[in-house]
């Protein structure tokens, strides 16, 4: 089996939060966001090291995490980038050497099981690329400038895209080395992939996987981790 390695971008601090909030370090559950973000990734069976992309000067910050929380895999530090690009070259990187799969989940999305880690690994070393996604619901309109709704659009081809999203090595440099070369902005690793003409295949996941953007965000954070916790799924 292949080796594989998580990168975990954490060098945000999220000003949708409120000033002076890192809401990387909010508690949920009696864990900090990142904590179980990590966790997902320590406990997995899948993987082999972990690469936690940080901001400058927190290092002691998240070598007290790991502390804490007793992580036992291999890892280590990358430091964070001016554009979600840059963080994720950086942790690429500092991947080991001979390590074909990367695995990149943000660390403000603490809710990813061990099941959609393997899945997406699964689909990755078939296809290349993958990434976890949840069909779209809501009824979509696009619209112009001034708000006017200028075309329907149809959900049943439509997925919302989360992270963890898993590449073979070789082809997620190939992808931001296109990227930076252009000067690039993207807040999405698989679209990166579209400039080298890689396909990704989606994932569905079977449980909900939000993301910490706004406050309004955690209490539904906080009920899908009590679920998992009440039912075990946060290793399954």
Same mark, same amino acid.
């Given at each position: 089996?292949?080796?594989?390695?998580?990168?975990?971008?954490?060098?945000?601090?999220?000003?949708?939060?409120?000033?002076?909030?890192?809401?990387?370090?909010?508690?949920?559950?009696?864990?900090?966001?990142?904590?179980?973000?990590?966790?997902?990734?320590?406990?997995?069976?899948?993987?082999?090291?972990?690469?936690?992309?940080?901001?400058?000067?927190?290092?002691?910050?998240?070598?007290?995490?790991?502390?804490?929380?007793?992580?036992?895999?291999?890892?280590?530090?990358?430091?964070?980038? +001016?554009?979600?690009?840059?963080?994720?070259?950086?942790?690429?990187?500092?991947?080991?050497?001979?390590?074909?799969?990367?695995?990149?989940?943000?660390?403000?999305?603490?809710?990813?099981?061990?099941?959609?880690?393997?899945?997406?690994?699964?689909?990755?070393?078939?296809?290349?690329?993958?990434?976890?996604?949840?069909?779209?619901?809501?009824?979509?309109?696009?619209?112009?400038?001034?708000?006017?709704?200028?075309?329907?659009?149809?959900?049943?081809?439509?997925?919302?895209?989360?992270?963890?999203?898993?590449?073979?090595?070789?082809?997620? +440099?190939?992808?931001?080395?296109?990227?930076? +070369?252009?000067?690039?902005?993207?807040?999405?690793?698989?679209?990166?992939?579209?400039f080298i003409g890689q396909p990704v295949k989606l994932v569905e996941s079977a449980t909900p996987n939000p993301k910490a953007?706004?406050?309004?965000?955690?209490?539904?954070?906080?009920?899908?981790?009590?679920?998992?916790?009440?039912?075990?799924?946060?290793?399954?």
């Open positions: 089996m292949s080796r594989a390695a998580a990168i975990i971008v954490a060098a945000g601090r999220g000003t949708r939060m409120g000033p002076n909030v890192d809401k990387l370090f909010l508690d949920v559950c009696g864990k900090p966001i990142v904590a179980h973000a990590w966790s997902a990734f320590d406990r997995s069976p899948d993987i082999d090291e972990i690469v936690v992309v940080i901001r400058e000067g927190m290092q002691t910050d998240f070598k007290e995490l790991a502390a804490t929380y007793e992580f036992k895999k291999p890892f280590r530090f990358a430091a964070g980038g +001016k554009e979600r690009q840059n963080s994720v070259w950086n942790g690429l990187l500092s991947v080991s050497p001979g390590i074909e799969i990367v695995v990149i989940q943000d660390g403000a999305r603490p809710c990813a099981t061990s099941r959609i880690i393997a899945d997406c690994l699964a689909a990755a070393r078939e296809v290349g690329a993958s990434v976890a996604a949840q069909r779209v619901t809501d009824t979509l309109k696009e619209a112009d400038e001034s708000g006017v709704v200028t075309r329907h659009l149809d959900r049943s081809r439509l997925w919302a895209v989360q992270t963890p999203q898993v590449f073979r090595t070789e082809i997620i +440099k190939r992808a931001l080395e296109e990227v930076l +070369k252009r000067g690039l902005f993207i807040t999405d690793d698989t679209a990166a992939c579209e953007t706004a406050p309004d965000d955690l209490p539904s954070i906080e009920m899908v981790l009590k679920q998992q916790l009440a039912n075990g799924s946060s290793a399954t």
